[in-house]
């Protein structure tokens, strides 16, 4: 069986307690779970929002490639259309 890798979230929990700890030192995060539970949440908000961007930025290069395309192909068209 190969080692996986563990979810997302889980992650996510073992690094805000981390550094929870590490900011304020051991079993802090215990004693305080709200704050375990906003650095979980803004990890996955950040998270998203990079799978996101990349996403579009992956989408806006192909709808670059795209129009380069439809330029060059209407460009060739262009003496069957009007001549010349």
């Known amino acids: 069986m190969t080692h996986q890798n ?16 590490a900011e304020f030192g051991a079993d802090y995060a ?11 949440q ?5 998270a998203a929002v990079a799978t996101g961007y990349g996403a579009h930025q992956e989408a806006l290069g192909q709808a670059q490639n795209l129009t380069s395309q439809i ?8 003496p069957k259309f009007f001549g010349g």
Request: proline share 8%.
């Open 42 to 46: 803004s990890a996955t908000i950040e």
């Open 30 to 40: 215990a004693k305080h779970p709200e704050l375990v539970a906003a650095l979980v």
């Open 71 to 78: 330029c060059e192909t209407l460009l060739r068209l262009k």
């Open 6 to 21: 563990p979810p997302t979230a889980a992650r996510h929990l073992r690094a805000a307690v981390a550094a929870i700890e």
